[in-house]
Each structure stands twice: as structure tokens, then as C-alpha cells.
């Protein structure tokens, strides 16, 4: 971790920072709209002074939306397929969760097993992900490879300065504030609540296999592809329970 701490960094904020982190990952490039939580992670941990970021849904569905590397992923697929951890505590209590590994190991003993076997991360942070109403969809989390824990101070700075855009994007609160945050000129066009029936297809795929989100994404569009079906009509069925993802994995 390089980055230093503090709502302030050369006088811009995180969520300028992380703003125009995320801007610069969109331009020069054409980037699918279905990927959008992985480039919010993406952006994140650029800015942030941790070594990944995951984005994941807590609600009716556990799964794992966007990762920042294939090393986060595989953490926040343990956290769904284990049904414990950091991200689901600060999801059923509403509130940010920053452990050590003492505190990990104590609090989710078979979680922190397999997170120091499999990854080198060390601490975790997870915040909520809320909508205006108070309701709690997803976390953020944030993974580093010490042993110490984030900062409370720069917990609740992330909490209010990155997870609220973030919700607002992902899960389509309007707790963003235009003035402080540009979101890709895409989601003014496309709506969001459908697009994230697309996403968490993407997030049950991920949960089943060691890919990436792009690589996630392509396994939905080649099944989708084979059988002469639109990629919403495939997160559909997935999302419902109506297909499994395994199916489109064999």
C-alpha cells in the first residue's frame, strides 16, 4: 500500500480522486456497461490505501459483483460460498467492520482460514452499501495485505465519500450528488435497475468459477450466443434460479 491517508490527498477529496480514477478507466476505451462494478473496484483501490476492493450483494442474492483482481475475487467468493465474514456482518448489522487478523480469526474463524491460505491479504474493512430509504443491498470491502486494521477515521471518510456514489451506480440510489461525481455518460441512457439483473448473473457465474468479470461476462454471452437468447433473457433465468450457473460452465 502507497497511497497516503486522510479525506484529503493534493488538496482533492476521495471522491474527486476516485472520480476521475474512474473516468480515466472508461476513457480511450470501450467498456461494457455489465463490467461497471468491476471498474469501480478497479478505481478504487487506485486511490485508496488498501491493496484490493470488491463490491458484493448482500440482499436476497449473496454474490460477489466486481473485483478489483482475480486475488479479490477469489476472497469475496469465499465470503459468499462460506456465508461468513466481514461484508456479510456489515451487511446484516448496517454498519462498517474493520478487522485484523486477530479479529478476523476470532469473529470468522473459517473465513480467516481460508483467507490467509488462498490470499495474502491480512485486515479487512467492509462498509454497506445503502439505499436512501436506510435499506442495506451490498458491502464494500476493502482487503490489505498487513496485519494492521484501516483507520476508523478513514473508514468513515470512504463510508461517506465513495460508498454512497458507488451505491448510487450499482444499485440506482439517488444519494449521488451530481455536482461532486460525473458517473459514465451510459447510465444516463441505460437503466440501471435492469442492468443490475445482468450484473448479479455476472456475480453467480464469478462465484462458481475462477474467472474474472470480463471472463465471467463472456461465459454469459457465449451461452446466450448458442442459444439464440439476448443476455438479459440468460440473467433472468439465472437470477431467478431457473438455470444454474453451473450449466454454463459444463
Not at 483467507?115 to 452499501?129: C, D, F, I, N, W
Not at 445503502?130 to 486494521?149: E, I, N
Not at 460508498?163 to 449521488?176: D, N, Y
Amino acid at each position: 500500500m502507497h497511497h497516503p491517508t486522510g479525506g484529503y490527498v493534493g488538496g482533492m477529496s476521495w471522491t474527486e480522486r476516485f472520480n476521475a480514477a474512474m473516468l480515466q478507466a472508461f476513457r480511450g476505451r470501450t467498456t461494457a456497461p455489465e463490467l461497471l462494478p468491476m471498474v469501480l473496484s478497479q478505481a478504487a483501490v487506485q486511490v485508496l490505501p488498501v491493496d484490493g476492493v470488491g463490491i458484493s450483494m448482500t440482499d436476497e442474492l449473496r454474490v460477489p459483483l466486481g473485483a478489483s483482481d482475480p486475488m479479490v475475487a477469489r476472497a469475496e467468493r469465499l465470503q459468499t460460498t462460506l456465508g461468513e465474514g466481514p461484508c456479510l456482518s456489515a451487511a446484516a448489522d448496517g454498519e462498517p467492520v474493520i478487522a485484523d487478523l486477530a479479529t478476523m480469526a476470532a469473529s470468522w474463524p473459517l473465513f480467516c482460514r481460508e483467507l490467509t491460505e488462498q490470499t495474502p491479504y491480512r485486515s479487512v474493512a467492509a462498509l454497506p452499501l445503502r439505499l436512501d430509504g436506510g435499506r442495506v443491498l451490498g458491502a464494500l470491502d476493502l482487503y490489505s495485505t498487513g496485519s494492521d486494521a484501516l483507520p476508523q477515521e478513514l473508514v468513515e471518510d470512504v463510508s461517506l465519500e465513495l460508498a454512497e456514489p458507488i451505491t448510487a451506480m450499482v444499485f440506482g440510489s439517488s444519494a449521488v450528488d451530481a455536482d461532486r461525481f460525473t458517473p459514465p455518460l451510459w447510465l444516463a441512457a441505460d437503466s440501471v435497475i435492469d442492468r443490475m439483473n445482468v450484473w448479479v448473473a455476472v456475480g453467480l457465474v464469478l462465484e462458481k468459477a475462477r474467472l474474472d468479470n470480463a471472463g465471467a461476462l463472456a461465459v454469459l454471452r457465449a451461452y446466450a450466443f448458442d442459444r439464440a437468447a439476448s443476455l438479459d433473457d440468460v440473467a433472468a433465468d439465472l437470477t431467478s434460479g431457473k438455470l444454474r450457473p453451473e450449466s454454463l460452465l459444463n
